[in-house]
């Protein structure tokens, strides 16, 4: 199995990875206007100053890391990630690179691609269902991006099925607003084919995902959903349901956690009581925010057991989503 690290290697080695070149063939591109207006200096100092180029990876940080999360569904990955690009940034002759933003927003998803395509054959071992590794929201609700795009539950499980090019292009696009030369720069592709990869992207998403509720409404439906869970209130359940609703539980083999989806309300709820015998009853539910949306914590015996939250749409919750992966839940905080 190839590491991140292997994967940064790799593709490191392919012309254009580290070197900024916009489709005319010089370093100067669109996206050189674009440094000034976000505010990221591009002078780095004649002799390629550590100190200056630290300010402006710093800057751009939080960037990156959500291209690379909303790319790998991963903050863990997405991290090891973002540090294989600092350690790459510090070394490399910085003096010659005109726009640090393009740069680095090149490397990051280049990267972030080769990554995915191993990710993809790692997951055809995993044990039951798999979901996204979920990253903490609470101080950034949008992840260093323009907008909150690609980024919940819902849109990056059904992301993984787009090809990486056409996942990159959407999240470039949607969720940091690139336009489509930039994107055309990142991807050493053209306008007109970015632009059938946004839309592509688009058709897919909107074709089987309806309108979400918003996030204070999701998180009263997921309060709802817990009091009616642990008190066994099955009509209300049933009420919270859309029709299709599902259960997908991630433990990667865990021990008394379902190792296949739960389709449908009469199913879901059958499945809800059956657990509320054995499950509830230790149970301490706290709030957290993870992806732009709420989860409950949930601990059991002083231990965090695992993260519950829900998907909605205006039909009601169609979704129900256990995370208890140990591995999964490591960077996630505690609101209150």
């Not at 009469?266 to 732009?292: H, M, P």
Request: aromatic letters at 8%; a negative charge.
């Amino acid at each position: 199995m190839s590491t991140v690290g292997e994967l940064v290697e790799c593709a490191a080695a392919e012309p254009g990875l580290v070197e900024w070149r916009g489709s005319g063939g010089t370093r100067e591109t669109t996206m050189g206007r674009a440094v000034a207006d976000s505010g990221v200096s591009a002078e780095l100092g004649s002799a390629g100053d550590l100190t200056a180029a630290t300010a402006v990876f710093t800057q751009l940080r939080l960037r990156l890391f959500g291209i690379a999360y909303r790319m790998l569904s991963s903050a863990t990955e997405a991290e090891d990630l973002v540090q294989e690009v600092w350690l790459r940034w510090q070394t490399y002759d910085r003096a010659t690179v005109a726009n640090p933003e393009a740069f680095l927003a090149t490397t990051i998803t280049r990267l972030a691609i080769n990554v995915l395509q191993s990710a993809r054959n790692r997951r055809e071992t995993y044990i039951g269902p798999w979901l996204p590794e979920p990253v903490d929201t609470s101080a950034d609700p949008y992840l260093g991006a323009e907008r909150g795009e690609a980024l919940e539950f819902a849109a990056l499980v059904l992301m993984e099925k787009l090809n990486p090019n056409e996942r990159a292009a959407y999240v470039l696009r949607e969720a940091f607003d690139y336009s489509y030369a930039q994107i055309a720069d990142i991807l050493s592709s053209t306008e007109p084919a970015v632009r059938q990869m946004v839309s592509r992207a688009r058709k897919h998403i909107a074709s089987e995902r309806r309108t979400p509720v918003t996030a204070a409404e999701q998180r009263e439906l997921l309060t709802t959903f817990i009091a009616a869970a642990r008190s066994g209130d099955l009509t209300a359940l049933e009420r919270l349901f859309t029709p299709d609703v599902t259960s997908v539980s991630d433990g990667n083999g865990r021990a008394r956690v379902a190792r296949t989806p739960v389709v449908g309300v009469a199913r879901v709820v059958k499945f809800l009581q059956a657990i509320a015998t054995w499950f509830w009853d230790d149970i301490e539910v706290r709030w957290t925010s993870t992806n732009g949306r709420t989860s409950a914590v949930l601990s059991q015996n002083g231990a965090v057991y695992g993260l519950l939250t829900v998907s909605a749409t205006t039909e009601g919750i169609d979704q129900v989503l256990w995370l208890v992966n140990p591995d999964k839940n490591k960077a996630v905080s505690v609101a209150g």
